[in-house]
């Protein structure tokens, strides 16, 4: 199961302008491609979101620029553009119990690949549950 | 008018009332409270070489710091069966100051505010408004048994609920009113924006304000706006509470009740007694209190003295309104706080560091006090859930153990400005 856990960086933004510029310049500057970006606030902060194949690199550059970074596992999954395949999706894990953290898209030309964020203790069931359910999972090099 | 007969004593009258007031407390603590034993001891002074008021100088000051090295209890000169009242103000260390006050403590305190109330025409005929915070704090009890024993009517509403606090004054005719500076400019504007006359719709006609400090300019816009006279009202709870010093209507100076609480001014840094009219530091000794007498306390509040007779006929000392700390102490909203404290209480919260900026500011006519809070790294995480927990824990402890409201800005760790290495840790926008 450990192949379908997706990496994810997760940055820490204040709530100031140009914060968010200052990542996405150093990430740039690095040559390092985002794949998907979810920004998640409060009235106070923010958690950026991020996919990138440069994981680690990415998380270095940061760190190294003064910036919280942590990386995250998450679960990633295939849908066909139809009505009610996302929903499918959500059904198979409330079934399971699985609460669904949040959730966000990458785009790709004709599916859409959803990036889900459950509990930790729970990826392993959730990923198992979605495989049962017939739905296609996708591993880090399918980004 | 005055309350009692000592305001008005002649020069040499109230000094040698001080001076045996003075001696009594001097033999009493030396022999009742180990703390001064030891000190009066180790500065080779007996209360017996005390023989005039100058002489005070030779004895070791009290600071702060003392009271809590003798919590809670320690420095009480009285068994705790005569102790009638305990007030408390947060400590630095978690352990708050204790305060306790006998019986005849209590008449003093009384007496003193009561003069204060007196300053500004009190009757048994006035109402008053004490929209001062009840509790623990010494300020709205102290000015609640005051009203109480001149038979003034009191509204006890405390701090807060602006918009009570306004239909309480208007229904129930208040003629006089306590409370910060601040909160009566607040209060003025509320009312405003809630479509009240003040000048109408009230029967305000003076007002005991202190707690923090307040410039001439915003004496006069109180006075200006809720067409009251201005009576600031000094005190600290160490001493007795607020009725140390007031302001009678011929002068924003405030008269000092000196024949409880003998004053001196010090310079802050060598410690030497300065001359009156001089700035320094206030210092006080309490020449009549029984439950916690204290010697040459360092009140850390910057004043000036003076002896010139006022025109309200007593001749009590005078001091100006306090202009500044020797210390960092802050004022929000009337309550005294210590960076040292803040610090205490982050120490105990998990998750940040103690990297942190607390920034006062006005928002409108009140305080509001910022802390900005370095994150840990450690507690990085990926939900932002956990991370406005973290920030509620600390505005929840924060109000706990000091009792102020505080906003919490979780920012990213090395992210607050450092001076030589060192992070800025006040930024006063207030003035």
């Known amino acids: 199961m450990d192949s379908y856990k997706l990496e994810q960086l997760t940055v820490f933004v204040e709530n100031r302008t140009g914060e968010l510029l200052a990542i ?12 998907s970006i979810m920004l998640a606030d409060s009235s106070e902060f923010g958690l950026l979101r991020l996919l990138t194949p440069e994981i680690s690199r990415a998380k270095e550059v940061l760190l190294g620029n003064g910036f919280m970074a942590q990386t995250t596992q ?64 996708i591993k880090h090099e399918d980004l | 008018m005055v309350l009692c007969p000592e305001e008005t004593l002649g020069k040499e009258d109230l000094r040698s009332l001080q001076l045996v007031r003075l001696k009594e407390t001097l033999e009493r603590v030396y022999h009742l409270v180990p703390f001064y034993k030891k000190s009066f001891d180790e500065a080779n002074i007996h209360p017996e070489n005390i023989k005039s008021l100058e002489d005070l100088e030779k004895l070791p000051f009290t600071k702060k710091q003392d009271l809590r090295d003798h919590y809670p209890y320690g420095l009480f000169a009285v068994p705790m069966d005569q102790i009638v009242r305990i007030h408390s103000s947060s400590g630095t260390t978690g352990k708050p100051t204790v305060v306790g006050y006998t019986a005849h403590d209590m008449d003093i305190w009384t007496e003193v505010v009561g003069r204060i109330f007196r300053m500004g025409g009190l009757t048994s005929r006035d109402i008053l408004q004490n929209s001062t915070g009840y509790g623990l704090f010494t300020g709205g009890l102290g000015f609640h048994s005051a009203a109480e024993r001149m038979k003034i009517a009191v509204i006890p509403s405390s701090t807060g609920f602006t918009s009570r606090q306004l239909l309480l004054l208007k229904d129930f005719g208040a003629t006089a009113i306590t409370g910060t500076p601040s909160f009566a400019l607040h209060l003025a504007e509320v009312a405003k924006a809630e479509g009240y006359d003040i000048k109408k719709d009230f029967k305000l006609r003076t007002g005991f304000f202190g707690a923090e400090p307040a410039s001439s300019g915003l004496k006069e816009e109180i006075s200006r706006v809720w067409g009251i006279d201005y009576h600031e009202v000094y005190g600290l709870s160490e001493i007795i509470g607020p009725g140390v010093a007031g302001s009678c209507k011929h002068s924003d100076w405030l008269h000092i009740s000196e024949d409880h609480f003998y ?59 306090i202009s500044g700390r020797s210390d960092d102490m802050l004022v929000i909203n009337g309550v005294n706080v210590f960076p040292s404290q803040i610090e205490h209480v982050l120490s105990s919260i998990g998750g940040i560091t103690l990297n942190y900026q607390i920034i006062a500011k006005k928002k409108g006519h009140l305080d509001k006090l910022e802390v900005d809070v370095e994150l840990d790294e450690s ?25 102020i409201n505080v906003a919490i800005h979780l920012v990213a760790p090395k992210s607050i400005a450092r001076s030589e290495g060192k992070a800025v840790r006040v930024i006063d926008q207030r003035r």
Not at chain 1, 97 to 109: F, G, L, Q
Not at chain 2, 390 to 403: D, F, P
Request: net charge neutral; hydrophobic share 35%; glycine share 8%.
């Open chain 2, 379 to 403: 507690l990085m995480c990926d939900d932002v859930g956990v991370l406005e927990k973290l920030k509620k824990e600390c505005e929840r402890s924060l109000l706990n153990n000091l009792y």
């Open chain 2, 263 to 321: 004053p001196e001014i010090i310079d802050p840094l060598t410690c030497k007694t300065l001359p009156e009219g001089e700035k320094g530091e206030l210092v006080i000794t309490t020449i009549t209190k029984h439950g916690l007498p204290i010697i040459r306390y360092r009140t850390g509040d910057i004043t000036r003295l003076t002896r010139i007779p006022c025109k309200c006929g007593r001749t009590l000392a005078r001091i100006e309104s």
């Open chain 1, 24 to 35: 996405t310049s150093i990430l740039e500057k690095e040559g390092i491609s985002i794949t």
């Open chain 1, 74 to 137: 998450v679960l990633g999954v295939r849908i066909e553009n139809h009505i009610g395949s996302f929903s499918r999706v959500v059904r198979i894990l409330g079934w399971a119990n699985i609460d669904i953290r949040y959730t966000y898209t990458v785009n790709e030309k004709n599916d859409g690949i959803f990036i889900f964020k459950v509990d930790d203790n729970l990826l392993e069931k959730g990923a198992k549950a979605l495989l049962d359910g017939g739905v296609s999972l």
